[in-house]
Each structure stands twice: as C-alpha cells, then as structure tokens.
C-alpha cells in the first residue's frame, strides 16, 4: 500500500479493497470483495494523476495495529478466522486487505473504539498524565463543599525545572471529567496515540467476556499461525522525529518526542546515551591531547 501522511491510499487498476463487517456469525460472510471503483463513497475521496490513474482513499486509515495471517488460497485459515472471531469479541474494529502479489497473506488492520478503551482504562486503573493547568486551577481555588482549602505551591527553579504539577500521574475513572487528563494537542481525548497502543495491546491479549481463550500473540507468531504483529506508523510524527535529530548536536535530542512515539524505554535509553556520550567528551578530548603530546 501507498501511504500518505498516515492515510492509505492505493491504485485502483491494481487493488481492491477488502471491507470488514463486524456484523454476522460467519467469518467469510463478513469478510467481502469490494470493487472500490463502484464505491460510490470512495469515488467522493478520488483524485486523478495526469496519466488517468484514479487515487482514492480506502477508508482504512487510523487503525493502530496490522495483524498479519497466513492464508490458503486468499482465505482466512480456519485458525485466523478463530482469532478474528476473538478479536470481534474483544470490540475490535478491523480493515481486512489481501496481498496482490500472492495469495499467502492477509492484511488485518485493527482499533478499538474510544469507548472501549475507557471502559479498559477504567477496570485496569490505568496511571494517566494529568494536566498540570487543571490540577493547579484545582488546588488554588480548593474545594469550600468538600472543606478543602485553597493551597498555593511556588515554583522553585534554582531546585528544579518542573513546575509544581507537571509530571503528575493519577487513575483513570470514567467519574472523573477527562479535562483532568492531559490532551495531545488537537485530540479532544485524553487517549493520545501512545496510550492508545499501549491499552490495544492489553485488550488484544485479554479474555474475552464469555471466558472463552485469550490471543496470544508471542506464542502464535512462534507457530506461523499468526505471522507477524506491530502498531502502524504515524509519518507526521516520524518526519517532526527525523527534522529535530538532524539539529543533534547542536540541539539536544528530542527525548520527549522519542518518548511519546517508541514508549518509554526507548525514551530512557537515548536519554541515557545522550548523557553518556556527553560525558565523554572530556576523556576523549584528553586522550586526543596526550597521544599527540607523545607523537
């Protein structure tokens, strides 16, 4: 597939799309062959290249994880469709896309709507960012029913260079008004793109309600039943990631970018080399000194 800041597109003379209806008990009922040149509402997202070629969207753009399974004869295995069965109980929505090239894989592009995704966070107390403006808001003005008084907390710079709220952590509760959790800029939820594959992982591996067997993912792609697994990549983020490396050394590493898109032990591991390679700069300025002394 052709991509485009974070949307896929693809050429029409080459590829079809493959829709997913969550509807209906049967798997290969709902997986249907859609001719997108006779769709109608893809045909509204089209665009034409000087040499006649259509473009359109293919309406399976901000999904967060591609499952990949293996297939017999462009069809789902009677093993993938049991997973997609459990995906569907799970509350996954899906894009489903064959490869073109052979008939050995199956594409399967999957989310979990918001709703879900509060009710997960919600059960599993999940630790949130909180916004440091509204919980200083919050402390300030204290709470006269709730006999809180108002409490006011400088900022100590010569101490640190974290404001008295920032970096705040607290459970998250479907009672509690999301205002309180922190928003990406732009995102009218507090579930941004890294909290959002970090609870899909969660709800991909868990027990569906019925009790019935819970993925595995790991032990599936061991066994080629499952062939491979990953979150999709964001290339507006990837691009702003690769414009601020570029300005290293004279800058210093976008840690908190690196962070929020790779989690943090990425994030940890190039803040701690950073500082590695900070520090030895003088051993090596000093062994570059004594080795021309010698010479």
């Not at 509807?23 to 089209?46: E, F, P, Y």
């Not at 049991?82 to 050995?104: H, P």
């Not at 509760?173 to 579930?191: A, I, K, L, M, T």
């Not at 979150?231 to 601020?244: A, G």
């Amino acid at each position: 597939m052709e991509s485009t800041d974070n949307t896929h597109s693809f050429r029409t003379k080459q590829r079809y799309g493959y829709g997913y209806n969550n509807g209906g008990d049967n798997v290969d009922q709902s997986i249907c062959l859609t001719d997108m040149r006779n769709s109608s509402s893809a045909m509204d997202n089209s665009h034409d290249d000087p040499d006649g070629t259509t473009w359109i969207r293919d309406l399976a753009s901000n999904y967060d994880y591609c499952l990949v399974f293996p297939a017999e004869n462009g069809q789902f295995t009677s093993t993938g469709r049991g997973y997609i069965q459990t995906l569907r109980k799970l509350g996954f929505e899906s894009f489903i896309y064959k490869n073109i090239n052979a008939l050995q894989e199956i594409y399967v592009l999957v989310r979990v709507p918001l709703d879900k995704l509060r009710a997960f966070a919600d059960n599993l107390d999940f630790l949130m960012l909180l916004d440091a403006k509204e919980i200083e808001d919050c402390i300030v003005k204290g709470d006269m029913e709730e006999n809180i008084s108002p409490v006011e907390i400088s900022h100590m710079q010569e101490v640190t260079r974290y404001r008295p709220f920032e970096k705040i952590y607290g459970r998250y509760s479907r009672n509690v008004p999301e205002s309180f959790y922190y928003h990406e800029y732009g995102v009218d939820h507090p579930f941004r793109e890294l909290i959002r594959l970090k609870l899909t992982g969660m709800i991909m591996e868990a027990r569906p309600a019925d009790g019935s067997q819970n993925l595995k993912i790991r032990r599936y792609m061991r066994n080629k039943t499952l062939l491979s697994c990953f979150p999709l990549h964001n290339r507006i983020k990837t691009r702003s990631i690769e414009v601020k490396w570029e300005l290293y050394p004279r800058q210093r590493l976008p840690i908190h970018d690196l962070k929020e898109y790779f989690g943090e032990k990425l994030g940890l591991y190039f803040a701690f080399m950073e500082h590695y390679s900070t520090f030895l700069w003088t051993p090596a300025v000093s062994l570059v000194t004594i080795t021309g002394t010698i010479l």
